[in-house]
């Protein structure tokens, strides 16, 4: 008789190596290689600054155009119509929960201090019954590549690493 153990803690992390997000990374060059980070909403992110950034990202189905995804996900978290010309594809990064993110790089500029998010609810203080809204971006910034490096979550890195190493990106020697 073989023997079975079920562990249910596993069904969570499984479902997330399923879930897949679309994003954008919008780089300038003012001088230095800049990357447009956002910084989410919400209680627990609030004091959180180091290796907390990331790019504006969403899920999507595998019925969806993950590009169209990426371009409508940066709309509704930034307030801002992606306009670059060339969008060029990324390596995907596979999260540490699992999560697989495929990202476009595309040059673009937008004004950071006036990003407009949407907003998601959640019960806030937990458990104590009541539904708060919070924007799922509290603000934006232009990072030189060396800072964002710092700045972004440690799954994100390798997409900046990639961005650098693009035509026209790459550092001077």
């Known amino acids: 008789m073989a023997w079975a153990i079920y562990f249910p803690e596993l069904d969570d992390s499984l479902e997330e190596m399923k879930k897949q997000s679309a994003s954008l990374l919008m780089y300038r ?14 209680p627990y992110w609030v004091k959180k600054d180091v290796a907390s950034w990331s790019i504006p990202k969403g899920e999507f189905d595998a019925d969806e155009d993950p590009l ?3 371009r409508r996900e ?12 060339a969008f060029k594809p990324l390596t995907p990064l596979r999260q540490p929960g699992g999560k697989m993110v495929h990202a476009w790089a595309v040059e673009g500029d937008c004004d950071a201090a006036a990003v407009k998010s949407n907003s998601f609810s959640m019960e806030w203080p937990p458990h104590s019954g009541k539904i708060q809204d919070f924007p799922e971006i509290d603000r934006a910034e232009w990072f030189a590549i060396d800072d964002a490096k710092v700045k972004i ?18 550092k001077p020697r």
Do not use: N
């Not at 060059?29 to 919400?42: D, I």
């Not at 940066?74 to 010309?85: A, L, M, N, V």
């Open 29 to 42: 060059r003012h001088g230095v290689l800049e990357v447009f980070l956002v910084h989410p909403g919400g």
């Open 68 to 70: 169209e995804v990426a």
């Open 74 to 85: 940066f709309e509704e978290e930034t307030g801002f119509i992606p306009r670059g010309k």
């Open 153 to 170: 979550l440690k799954g994100q890195v390798g997409f900046l690493e990639e961005v650098e190493s693009l035509p026209g990106c790459k």
